[in-house]
Nanobody
């Protein structure tokens, strides 16, 4: 099994930045895709960004040009650098991993963008 632990959430003002981190543990070899989903209050969980083991990235249109996903492959750690945050980015951010057809999720970290 794969365990995912997120860190880095918090309160930030509009226009500010945050960096989320997620570390995988357990059976972590051959994790193909890692990434971040988010769920805003009253809304469904949605993709924010993902990255494959060979570095291919995918972003939601709403975060392109503002968020950057990266991965330390040998450590199975994934980061999400979030810049120019706005109130619509307020959500619980969940780390995600995909390995051999199985989805794994972290417990989430809250990001609140407010003045």
């Amino acid at each position: 099994q794969v365990q995912l632990v997120e860190s880095g959430g918090g309160l930030v003002q509009p226009g500010g930045s945050l960096r989320l981190s997620c570390a995988a543990s357990g059976i972590i070899f051959n994790i193909n895709t890692m990434g971040w989903y988010r769920q805003a209050p009253g809304k469904e969980r949605e993709l924010a960004a993902t990255i494959t083991r060979d570095g291919r990235t995918k972003y939601a249109d709403s975060v392109k040009e503002r968020f950057t996903i990266s991965r330390a492959g040998s450590e199975n750690t994934v980061y999400l650098q979030m810049n120019n945050l706005n109130t619509e980015d307020t959500a619980v951010y969940y780390c995600y991993a995909w390995r051999y057809g199985m989805d794994y999720w972290g417990k989430g970290t809250l990001v609140t963008v407010s003045s």
